[in-house]
């Protein structure tokens, strides 16, 4: 056993007390504590570290050097050579413990059912922990049987057992893959049914990591990722989801197992009534265009239209320059305002005798602005005053006019 890492010998041990050797500043600014001996478990084999305190600092993460070997603790005070109290945090350990063992059962699941080897874990506390095996493509009831495989194994209640090895006793033991060391070689066994070379920390009963909750799988490169969630963190999960739902089941006065059905039917109203509403907003925009051309004034054989409009959507002011072309003889300059952002589109019939796309450069010219489009339909902006919104309007009616 290493005897730098106590806590593989005492892993339920919390509180010691700690002779602080060597207070040091890291490269990248952090303060670091070396002790005497520590049961913190460092940042490693994919798990996070350890929290806590020592003394009046708060240790905020730790990790192994190997020149000198020690555990280095990152601290956020100063904490002077001398003997201190040391709380290592309870809840953060279980959950990390929990998840350990439950990427251990669930490795051992996924190998057993669909043959895949695990490539890669990480264990996380505070979201959810990740496993990652050859790419394949998992169904959900594939992760629905792997799931359930491994809580029937958490409803056992099976013992957790860790122990070291000699290399020789090594091929004694049905190791679920190689370790990656070749001395003080750490067993993790659940009680005759996984057992894998690790120096995590471990639930002492599979029943003590509660449930196992998959929750979707992702493609990275050649791997395909599992998400899941166990004990505390699943339990907590299961609460916020249980409080959202019953809050909408309570705002659509029905029971959380009709939610689904219910939604659904609102989504597809929600789709109808929309459907309608761009129907009822195209028909307005068709009579609002028919009203600007019939208020527009006539110049020999064109129509011109140009007019502005406050905080309108580009959207709206195409769909009525496209209604506009479309109208004999008719030439228009629509603009709309947002402060001093402005958008332009000009639309001309084709026989109006002007060409939409150099009228709209002609007026962008004026401000530094940027556009494009074609002979019959254009659109562009840029930045203009008030003052400059007129006189470009102005510009735009002599450049419109039929010449004589």
């Not at 059912?113 to 996380?124: D, R, Y």
Request: with cysteine; aromatic share 6%.
């Amino acid at each position: 056993m290493d005897a730098l890492l106590l806590y593989q010998q005492e892993p339920q041990r919390l509180e010691f007390e700690a002779v602080v050797q060597q207070q040091l500043r890291l490269p990248d600014g952090r303060l670091g504590l070396i002790l005497e001996q520590s049961f913190f478990y460092p940042t490693g084999g994919g798990q996070e570290a350890d929290r806590g305190s020592i003394g009046p600092a708060q240790v905020v993460d730790v990790f192994k050097q190997d020149d000198p070997p020690a555990l280095v603790h990152i601290v956020d005070q100063p904490v002077p050579p001398g003997k201190y109290p040391a709380h290592i945090d309870a809840v953060r350990r279980l959950r990390a413990m929990q998840h350990h063992t439950a990427q251990h059962l669930l490795s051992q699941c996924f190998l057993r059912l669909f043959n895949l080897e695990t490539q890669s874990a990480n264990i996380n506390v505070d979201s959810p922990s990740t496993v990652d095996f050859p790419y394949t493509v998992l169904s959900p009831a594939d992760l629905q049987r792997a799931e359930d495989l491994a809580n029937q194994v958490i409803y056992e209640n099976r013992q957790v057992k860790a122990y070291f090895v000699s290399p020789e006793a090594l091929s004694q033991v049905p190791l679920r893959r190689p370790p990656k060391v070749s001395e003080n070689i750490r067993i993790i066994e659940i009680d005759g049914y996984e057992y894998s070379a690790c120096g995590g920390t471990h639930v002492l009963q599979t029943g003590a990591i509660g449930v196992i909750k998959i929750l979707r799988t992702e493609r990275q490169n050649e791997k395909t990722r599992v998400h899941f969630i166990a004990g505390m963190q699943a339990l907590e999960t299961f609460q916020d989801y249980h409080a959202a739902l019953g809050g909408m089941a309570v705002q659509l006065n029905v029971s959380i197992p009709e939610l689904p059905q219910v939604v659904l039917r609102q989504a597809e109203q929600l789709k109808g009534a929309q459907k309608e509403l761009q129907t009822l907003r195209l028909e307005r925009l068709t009579w609002e265009a028919r009203s600007l051309a019939e208020e527009a004034a006539w110049h020999g054989s064109r129509r011109l239209v140009i007019q502005s409009f406050a905080a309108r959507p580009v959207s709206e002011l195409r769909t009525l320059a496209e209604h506009l072309k479309g109208l004999p003889g008719t030439a228009a300059v629509l603009a709309g305002v947002d402060g001093q952002k402005l958008s332009l589109v000009a639309a001309c019939a084709p026989d109006s005798g002007l060409d939409a796309r150099t009228l709209l450069q002609a007026l962008l010219a004026e401000i530094g602005g940027r556009g494009g489009g074609d002979a019959q339909l254009a659109q562009g902006g840029g930045a203009a005053s008030s003052e400059q919104l007129q006189a470009l309007l102005e510009h735009a009616r002599r450049l419109m006019q039929p010449a004589g």
